[in-house]
């Protein structure tokens, strides 16, 4: 397995560089599997150990790698050392390399990779994932689903690596809009469309309201009179926001059943309406506080009383913001959670309030505001159903389900499925998955329908494909040949190649938790993918001898368990059939 390897390479360079073998681990990386020629297995950047203090690289980096490799000897398990450009190379054992990645593989099974010393010493965590936050009472909108994806994906990952995850969904269910939206209902709302289709109508009125408010000042009076009720905790008001509330949580639990996220806290802005007055009350005690000639307050973040430094943190008619409402939220999370880190998954647009939002803490005082971090991301363009503009995420999902179900139908090798609707939905999703994490995590990107349903290249729908293709080798020839296996039986270069790219699959794992980035996952799936396409087409399982039949199917199952994994780090549920 690569952390055996690597310990082994370490313990040889230990001996030569007067190193302890401890920190020489994450010099030694997987060498990329190369198309046009077998390489070696795992190298050692000599410049990582030659940088001096400004960080520069010596001119000599080269002749070093030179001398080091000559000082280094061949056994039982690296076979070859040489040197390319400014690094040692090492070549493992074939033999030994096939049995100990393949072992190591199934005895692993869903924590391949994650064992690796590349996480030696790693602490558990306590971790609060801050994602999706669709506002209470408007239909789910795309603009949300990049957060809920990538959120999960996250917190998939931190609870892998062995961390005590708390996912929270943080609803916009407070505010001016809600003002809008209670005026809006009393003038034109109506109960049996409320109770027939409650997000539908919800949406219809909202968007009435604000037509009607620009035009009639009094209506944007009565807006801001019943958000005033609201925040006074006003009975009648608050009962018709609650119900508001209630139904569009009702309907967002149901969406997200269908993305396969779940919550473990169903929090909101509401929650904080009153402990919000409270951090006025404390940042006006502690003369952070200074009211505007507006009558509004703010807090000075320059430290020198320069106005475009300054936060609004309370209107003139001394309710709360959006930044009251998250610094109260902090100062709650971190009073029931104790967290080490608290990650929040925003648009890229949001990243200068949570700016505000870790500088106002620390002026309060919370040395932990070092512990949160934003994630940003940038905006889909394009993401627009057939039937118009306004893109909510079930109309996106029902396409998705359709036009994957009609391309199933029109393919000859399609297999009859039990519930093909769900099928499709789960090969909707992967492709909806992929072309999301395919980039930056900070790049906008333009959505592409018909990327999204492309078998071939590098689409999520390949990689169901290429799951289901291998699951159904092993269904056809697993009763006969996974037994016992002959390692000598593998050693064609595709055989090779494939055990070389598992041998990376730690360290994708390991950039990835580092950076927080799927794209590192998702390029390792595909090569993996295209890597098990090629081998499929030469080395066949069938009419072959009963040992080469066993080694070759021994490997495809690697395969399948080893994306099946990394495809569930990214929120997707292999397919077995297609």
């Avoid at 397995?1 to 370490?10: L, P």
């Avoid at 396409?533 to 080893?562: M, T």
Wanted: proline letters at 3%; charged letters at 25%; glycine letters at 6%.
């Amino acid at each position: 397995m690569a952390c055996a390897f690597r310990r082994s390479i370490a313990c040889q360079l230990s001996k030569v560089l007067d190193l302890p073998p401890e920190s020489l681990i994450k010099s030694i990386s997987a060498v990329p599997v190369s198309k046009k020629q077998e390489g070696a297995d795992f190298q050692l950047s000599v410049d990582s150990l030659l940088e001096d203090n400004s960080g520069r690289s010596r001119p000599d980096s080269q002749a070093k790698a030179d001398r080091l490799a000559e000082k280094l000897k061949c056994g039982s398990v690296v076979s070859e050392i040489s040197t390319g450009p400014g690094t040692v190379c090492f070549k493992i054992n074939r033999e030994l390399l096939t049995k100990a990645v393949l072992h190591q593989v199934m005895e692993d099974g869903s924590e391949y990779g994650l064992k690796s010393e590349l996480f030696s010493g790693l602490p558990q965590r306590r971790i609060v994932v801050d994602f999706s936050s669709p506002n209470v009472a408007k239909k789910f909108h795309v603009g949300h689903l990049r957060s809920t994806l990538i959120g999960n994906f996250i917190a998939n990952l931190k609870e892998a690596l062995g961390h005590k995850v708390t996912r929270i969904n943080y609803l916009g269910d407070w505010g001016l809009q809600f003002g809008l939206l209670g005026a809006g209902f009393q003038l034109f709302g109506y109960e049996e469309k409320l109770q027939s289709n409650p997000l539908q109508h919800l949406f219809e009125v909202y968007v009435q309201v604000n037509k009607e408010a620009e035009e009639d000042k009094n209506i944007a009076q009565l807006a801001h009179d019943f958000f005033r009720q609201l925040e006074l905790g006003d009975v009648q008001a608050l009962s018709l926001w609650q119900r508001f509330r209630d139904l569009s949580v009702t309907e967002y639990v149901r969406i997200y059943k269908r993305l396969g996220i779940y919550f473990d806290e169903y929090s909101g802005e509401s929650f904080y309406r009153e402990k919000a007055q409270a951090i006025l009350q404390l940042l006006e005690r502690r003369g952070l506080l200074q009211k505007t000639a507006k009558g509004s307050a703010v807090v000075d973040l320059s430290g020198n009383g320069d106005p475009s430094a300054a936060c609004t943190v309370m209107r003139a008619d001394g309710t709360s913001l959006y930044v009251t409402r998250d610094i109260a939220a902090a100062l709650d999370r971190m009073d029931k959670y104790n967290f080490d880190a608290m990650i929040y998954v925003t648009d890229k647009g949001q990243q200068k309030h949570f700016q505000q939002v870790f500088q106002i803490l620390k002026i309060m005082g919370c040395d932990w505001a070092e512990r949160c971090q934003h994630v940003p991301f940038g905006i889909v363009q394009g993401m627009r159903t057939r039937r118009g503009d306004v893109t909510f995420l079930e109309d996106v999902l029902n396409e998705i389900q359709t036009r994957m179900l009609q391309n199933m139908a029109s393919i000859k090798t399609t297999k009859a499925l039990e519930c093909p609707e769900e099928t499709a939905e789960k090969l909707g999703l992967a492709a909806l998955i992929i072309q999301d994490f395919r980039g930056l995590l900070l790049s906008d990107y333009q959505f592409c329908w018909d990327r999204v349903f492309q078998s071939r290249g590098d689409t999520g729908v390949f990689l169901q494909y290429t799951h289901a293709r291998l699951h159904s080798l092993e269904e056809t020839f697993g009763c006969g040949y996974l037994n016992d296996f002959n390692t000598t039986c593998l050693q064609e270069p595709q055989s090779v190649s494939i055990l070389q790219h598992l041998l990376r699959f730690d360290e994708v794992l390991y950039r990835s938790s580092q950076d927080l980035q799927p794209k590192h996952i998702v390029r390792y799936l595909l090569t993996l993918s295209h890597l098990a396409a090629a081998a499929h087409r030469k080395l066949q399982i069938k009419d072959s001898p009963p040992d080469v039949a066993g080694a070759r199917l021994h490997l495809f199952k690697a395969v399948r368990s080893v994306l099946a994994n990394g495809m569930k780090l990214l929120g997707i549920t292999p397919v077995c059939k297609m």
